[in-house]
């Protein structure tokens, strides 16, 4: 079954402070995974996306990792900010002929002053 | 700002109503998407549209349908509704629907249904 797994579910660190999200994919075939950051009651907005060949691919403060072999993924927050406060999703697509996109429930991220 | 613009913002109806939801795509982009985000299933793909024509389904309803018009802006449509059809419901847009490219979301239309 085609799932993706995020862990935490929930995460409160102090400002200043790096912390790394997890998520895990049981899904094929692969085409590739992206990493959204949700404010409260807005849209997402696109972090990073990797094939299948990209080990790291980072966006600013933000350095999203692929193991394609284990199906791991990793976002890394490195100086994390208030602003950073935000749920944050990973959502595979797979490679098939529609556009079969499987979305984790995402991690709360709290940042305190 | 992503460029996206949604409207309504807020939808109040009820049971059994229909309402239709429009989205304007960022100028330039010919593809457009559609997502249902609720609190106990997260976030959902429903439809994709490219250049007016219907490019992939995703979970959505035969009570929901939506299209893509000429000028590139779309509708979704959702009728008989239910009470499990409360969510936020999302459009996002790329430039031309390929699988790695960035989409961009607009801020959403919140529905109610009571």
């Known amino acids: 079954k085609n799932q993706v797994e995020q862990s935490p579910q929930s995460l409160i660190i102090l400002e200043g402070k790096n912390c790394t999200l997890q998520c895990n994919y049981t899904v094929s075939p692969f085409s590739n995974l992206r990493w959204y950051k949700q404010d409260t009651g807005r849209g997402p907005v696109s972090l990073t996306i990797?094939?299948?060949?990209?080990n790291t691919k980072s966006n600013g403060r933000y350095t999203a990792t692929l193991d394609a072999d284990t199906k791991q993924s990793s976002l890394h927050i490195t100086a994390s900010q208030l602003s950073d406060s935000a749920s944050y999703i990973c959502?595979?697509?797979?490679?098939?002929?529609?556009?079969?996109?499987?979305f984790g429930a995402g991690t709360r991220l709290f940042v305190k002053a | 700002d992503s460029g996206v613009t949604q409207t309504p913002k807020h939808l109040i109806t009820a049971t059994g109503q229909r309402v239709t939801l429009r989205c304007s795509p960022r100028?330039?982009?010919?593809?457009v998407y559609w997502y249902q985000q609720s609190l106990d299933q997260g976030l959902q793909f429903l439809i994709q549209?490219?250049?007016?024509?219907?490019?992939a389904k995703g979970n959505i309803l035969e009570r929901f349908s939506a299209q893509q018009f000429p000028d590139l802006h779309s509708e979704l449509n959702l009728s008989s509704l239910e009470l499990g059809d409360s969510a936020l419901y999302f459009c996002?847009?790329?430039?031309?629907?390929?699988?790695?490219?960035?989409?961009?979301f607009g801020p959403g239309t919140r529905l109610l249904v009571l």
């Open positions: 990797m094939t299948f060949s990209e």
């Open positions: 996002a847009s790329s430039p031309r629907g390929l699988t790695q490219e960035t989409q961009y």
């Open positions: 959502v595979v697509r797979l490679n098939t002929g529609g556009f079969k996109t499987i």
């Open positions: 100028s330039g982009d010919l593809s």
């Open positions: 549209y490219y250049n007016g024509e219907e490019r």
